[in-house]
């Protein structure tokens, strides 16, 4: 085993990953181990056996969240006898828009949306949608299916989510969800756009469009609430 995965801090950092947001687990423990330095930069991260192994996950999602960090300009891999994934050095100086203080910023979002969005979804599977409504959900749904470029999904998504808000009739609950779904659109703006999570939210915005229509609230919470987290677990993996 490697000297990094003796290391006591990788056992704070690493820990077997449960549920359906197995990528995006990893993307955010592994992203946070290189972050916080205990994967240093210049060395290589232990090798996939022992990873998958610390992890719980296989080898091929391990290999998608270590493609996930390499997207990001976290780490960089070369094959063949001597290569391995490499943590690459982060930028020198904070970016002209960007101050240390971003990431409290970024957690405050992450914390707002938590609350906001599952409610929503609650409240709108609660609420006896007419047709108008129904149509709303069901063809902001459609839309995120034919979307044909990372910018038309991620426009796409948005407006599912504020269509969800839409129908429970709340003026204020509409513009917190706007006003939080700006904000999440621009971080998602700045990290790669990754098949695997997108194949995770196709399934999840299916699950929670069904659960509304069929007024099943507790359900439309649950997912919404494991929507919003493997986004936020996203958004603390890939953002410096």
Partial sequence: MTDAMDSPLVDAALHPVRGHMAFESCVEQLGSAIRLGIFRVGTKLPGERELAEKLSVSRATLREAISALRAAGLVTTTRGRGGGTVVLPAAERWPADQTPPRRAEIDDVIVFRSVIEPGAAYRAAQTPLDEAQRTLLTDSLADLAAAETPADYRQADARLHLAIATVCG??????????????????????????????????????????????????????????????????????K
Avoid at 171 to 176: K, Q
Avoid at 190 to 217: C, M, Q, W, Y
């Fill in 170 to 239: 709340s003026d204020e609950l509409s513009r917190s969800c706007s006003a939080v779904q700006v904000r999440i659109h621009q971080l998602l703006a700045e990290i790669p756009f990754l098949k695997t999570n997108i194949d995770h939210s196709e399934t999840e915005h299916r699950a929670i469009v069904a659960a509304i229509l069929a007024g099943a609230a507790d359900r439309a919470r649950d997912i919404m609430t494991a929507h919003c987290d493997a986004t936020a677990a996203l958004l603390k993996g890939l953002l």
